[in-house]
């Protein structure tokens, strides 16, 4: 009896975080949060100890919920592994279109939809949202109000197809809702209308980069317009 009390002793004293490691899914896609970004998220910038801490001083949980605090970080799981050492599993959000304001900070919209800060570390080229509009857009994620749930399906339409994600540059959105594209490549200026039979509208610009385009000249027409339903105009 004496020989266990000793070893579960000595196990006790020898209950401390060994060391970190950290998985970050995404991070060689993003470069937004690295390694010593979530050490510091875990420490607060160092101010507390956690190698050669005792498990029973930390708590784990608290540890994990201050790492999901980075709006960078969509996912984040801490747990203790057998060897001792803290494990720490990110997931890391993708910013895949970038909001410009005049009168107030730009921001980032994720895949999933949430408004995160610009990041000082990487400037990442993706499409850009400007307009009127842009400072009611960064106040909630897209997913929370009706007006960014529609926005949200016009964006992930563009990523999602290659085509237009090549083409398409800038989305303009003025206090209507109402969007005006700029290309890439092509000289017309593009107006979209709201956030409403994106599928349709897109078929009908198709149509026009495909078969009009071609035969009339390429700088022949310096607009689209899109509407109107079944209808390009073009002048």
């Given amino acids: 009896m004496c020989i266990t009390i000793a070893f579960s002793e000595r196990e006790r004293k020898d209950d401390t975080c060994h060391d970190i490691i950290i998985y970050i899914d995404n991070q060689y896609e993003n470069f937004f949060i690295d390694e010593q970004d ?39 799981e801490i747990f203790k592994d057998i060897k001792g050492n803290i494990v720490v599993n ?20 994720a895949l999933d939809g ?13 499409m850009l949202i400007s307009g009127e509009y842009t400072s009611e857009l960064v106040k909630n994620d897209l997913n929370e109000t009706e ?54 509208k897109f078929r009908r610009l198709k149509v026009f980069y495909k078969q009009i385009l071609p035969r009339k000249g390429w700088n022949v027409y310096s607009r689209v317009n899109l509407k109107y339903k079944d209808q390009v105009i073009a002048e």
């Fill in 38 to 76: 979530v050490l510091d998220l875990m420490t607060e910038n160092g101010l507390h100890v956690i190698r050669g801490t005792s498990f029973e001083e930390l708590d784990l949980k608290t540890i994990e919920e201050r790492v999901k605090k980075e709006r960078f970080i969509k996912n984040a």
């Fill in 90 to 109: 990110a997931e890391l959000r993708r910013p895949f279109a970038r909001i410009i304001q005049q009168r107030g900070p730009g921001a980032f919209i």
């Fill in 114 to 126: 949430a408004i995160l800060p610009i990041s000082t570390k990487f400037a990442t080229r993706t």
């Fill in 147 to 200: 007006e960014g749930r529609k926005l949200f399906e016009l964006l992930k339409f563009i990523h999602q197809e290659q085509f237009w994600k090549a083409q398409v540059a800038e989305l303009d959105i003025n206090n209507k809702m109402e969007i005006t594209i700029y290309p890439q490549v092509t000289k017309q200026v593009v107006e979209f209308g709201q956030a409403e039979n994106i599928e349709d």
